[in-house]
């Protein structure tokens, strides 16, 4: 079992930055590939950003590769998103994801996930 708990979200400009983090507790560290995923209202569930186990590999949505960057520290147990040149469009509720094995950025292979965190970008 993994519990997730992300943090870092808030209000912010656009143009503006913001880091995301996501704290892992139980079994956790290099078991698990993360992903970074969000919804805004009215909005299906959409992929942002994912990183394997030993951050050898990450990938991004379009929508904001080149702004947004996706680290993890295995010591820590904690991934963290960080977003550059942030958008109004980039208004949503930010969730962190883990899975056993391989980066996805298909939500439904994720097992566990955070309450989610709030992102709002003012234009």
């Known amino acids: 079992q993994v519990q997730l708990l992300e943090s870092g979200g808030g209000l912010a400009q656009a143009g503006g930055s913001l880091r995301l983090s996501c704290a892992a507790s139980?079994?956790?560290?290099?078991?698990?590939?993360m992903g970074w995923f969000r919804q805004a209202p009215g909005k299906e569930r959409e992929f942002v950003a994912t990183?394997?186990?030993?951050?050898?590999?990450?990938y991004y949505a379009d929508s904001v590769k080149g702004r947004f960057t996706i680290s993890r520290d295995n010591a820590k147990n904690t991934v963290y998103l960080q977003m550059t040149s942030l958008k109004p469009e980039d208004t949503a509720v930010y969730y962190c994801?883990?899975?056993?094995?391989?980066?996805?950025?298909?939500?439904?292979?994720?097992?566990?996930w955070g309450q989610g965190t709030q992102v709002t970008v003012s234009s």
């Open positions: 139980g079994r956790t560290g290099i078991d698990y590939a």
């Open positions: 994801a883990a899975r056993p094995t391989y980066e996805s950025s298909r939500s439904y292979e994720y097992d566990y």
């Open positions: 990183i394997s186990r030993r951050s050898l590999r990450t």
